[in-house]
């Protein structure tokens, strides 16, 4: 697996670990446009993840980073244009894609971010290792908290909706790729996750 856009690693540590669980075995490629090579000492050792050392632009992936392609909650970031560049890309090369979003264009998600600072202020002291500068831009000179409420107010508005990723995958050449788009539920009727699949038939 080729995960791009991977951050501070993403959901792949856990993944990894329950996918072992069950008998399935992977190895996982980190990659960013700016790696944080420092995150590789949060994973367990026996995880087979590892951090690509240089830069990866999502939008050019080397044919060299082989195997399936995996975005966590970072398909949104990209423009329109930029987007279908992405999957035009993986449908003519032929190569699995997966790509999943936790953040949606919906009124109750909006409603819950613009509460957001109200939990920062919360939970912040329970926040280790204990730092003063973090109280200081938290609750002296409020930064972090709006800083929270507009970057994930941007993200919900931002994701892409099922109906707009199915006028991208509509325009990528067919060339035997099959597409998958769909939401994974909770229990509880609420939405959890929206993702698009590729592969090839």
């Known amino acids: 697996v080729v995960d791009l856009g991977s951050g501070a690693g993403g959901p792949w540590p856990l993944l990894q670990t329950e996918l072992a669980s069950i008998g ?5 490629l980190l990659t960013d446009k700016y790696p944080d ?15 690509y050392p240089h830069s990866v632009d999502a939008l050019a992936v080397s044919d060299e980073l082989v ?16 987007a279908m560049t992405v999957l035009r890309q993986t449908s003519e090369r032929q190569v699995p ?6 953040t949606e264009r919906k009124w109750s998600n909006i409603l819950g971010i613009l509460l957001s600072p109200l939990l920062v ?3 912040t002291p329970s926040i280790t290792p204990f730092r003063w500068k973090r109280l200081l831009w938290t609750y002296l000179v409020p930064v972090i908290p709006f800083l929270y409420m507009w970057d994930g107010l941007v993200s919900h508005l931002r994701t892409y909706t099922i109906a707009e990723l199915q006028a991208m995958i509509d325009t990528c050449p067919a060339c035997d ?3 998958e788009i769909g939401r994974i539920k909770h229990p509880t009727g ?3 996750l929206t993702y698009l699949i590729g592969w090839k038939l």
Do not use: K, M
């Not at 090579?37 to 951090?51: A, C, E, G, H, K």
């Not at 195997?67 to 930029?82: A, V």
């Open 121 to 123: 202020w919360l939970h």
């Open 24 to 28: 399935i075995s992977l190895s996982i």
């Open 67 to 82: 195997g399936c392609r995996t975005l966590f909650t970072c398909f949104h970031h990209f423009r329109p244009h930029q």
């Open 97 to 102: 894609i997966a790509i999943f979003e936790f």
């Open 37 to 51: 090579l420092t995150q590789l000492s949060n994973v367990p050792s026996q995880l087979s993840i590892r951090y």
């Open 177 to 179: 790729f099959q597409w």
């Open 190 to 192: 609420d939405t959890v």
